[in-house]
């Protein structure tokens, strides 16, 4: 059974960072797409950041240079590390996986962002 566990969320103050995991149980883990999306609140789910299984990166305009997003291959691991946070990054933010028809979803992190 794939699993995708996300970690590394929690409060925060305006202005502060946090770096969140998501490890996938997945075979051949190099070979998937890896995003973070996000979803506020009355809010749809919007994308963070794909990381595709060429080395390409991409990112929300909202992101504006803020938030970077690693992958680490050996350790089915993806991180995103988010800085100069503000209030409206609050949010669940959720990590993807994709290959194909392949598509997984992890349970989500809360990031709350105080002013």
């Known amino acids: 059974q794939v699993q995708l566990v996300e970690s590394g969320g929690g409060l925060v103050q305006a202005g502060g960072s946090l770096n969140l995991s998501c490890v996938a149980s997945?075979?051949?883990?190099?070979?998937?797409?890896m995003g973070w999306y996000r979803q506020a609140p009355g809010k749809q789910r919007e994308l963070v950041s794909l990381?595709?299984?060429?080395?390409?990166?991409s990112y929300g305009d909202f992101v504006k240079g803020r938030f970077t997003m690693f992958r680490d291959n050996a350790k089915n691991t993806v991180f995103l590390l988010m800085t100069s946070l503000k209030p409206e990054d609050t949010a669940v933010y959720y990590c993807?996986?994709?290959?194909?028809?392949?598509?997984?979803w992890g349970q989500g992190t809360q990031v709350t962002v105080s002013s």
């Open positions: 993807n996986a994709v290959r194909y028809y392949h598509d997984y």
């Open positions: 997945l075979s051949m883990f190099s070979h998937y797409t």
């Open positions: 990381f595709t299984s060429d080395g390409r990166t």
